[in-house]
């Protein structure tokens, strides 16, 4: 994909990781929107790129996620990416983490990144990306993270059976496997605390290897072994 003239979709984009990709794309000349839930902070990185299509939304109404895809593809005139940045996490050991929370965990971290790419998929031509964020856990699930992990997991499964069904299309399919990343996500957990944590991967290395994939038509970004993160094609 061709950053500079791109159209590209940011839910998510409130948080720390979706704010600094928003503002990276932009700074490289896409046309973003930008979609997240707290609206001040909305408002904040839509100036920050320049007046970008803004739009604020609730995770837990999927119809909704899928109506700001529609939305974004009129604001800027059709749709090249959507790059889903949303997410939750819960710590415990899974007796201590009631119904409530996991199906949190799964709406947030699975269903919602489903229905933004699920609803933009019609609307991406060749050479267009949908993406989302998963993680190291979705691989690896540690001691007290199982429902947080199975979250991931149902994504980035979805994602690899979505990757095969779009072969033929031309559409890039791109699963973000990310380590623990310095955003300060794990302090809102929705429940417990979390484990002691390795330094996290600043949050601005993080963004420019996920602007580098989109560039490359990658489909995955991992944790490398020569360098912090790697991009596969």
Known sequence: MRISCARILVPGATG??????ALRLH???AAVAVAGRDRASLARV????????????DAYDLEQCARTVTWASLELGGLDGVVVCVGSAAFGPPESVSDAVAEH?????????MAFLRAALP?????GVIAAITGVVADSPPAGMADYSASKAALATWLRAVRREQRASGVTVLEIR????DTGFASRAVLGTPPVLPAGL?????????????AAGARLVKPGRDATLDVER
């Open 27 to 29: 700074e490289q000349g």
């Open 16 to 21: 720390a990781l979706g704010a600094a990709l």
């Open 105 to 113: 965990l799964l709406t947030v971290n699975a269903l919602t990144p």
């Open 46 to 57: 839509s100036q920050a790129c320049g007046g970008a299509p803004a739009c604020a939304f």
């Open 178 to 181: 990310l380590p623990h990343v």
């Open 202 to 214: 600043p949050v601005a290395e993080a963004a420019d290897a996920i602007v580098a994939a989109l």
């Open 123 to 127: 609307l991406i031509r060749p050479g």
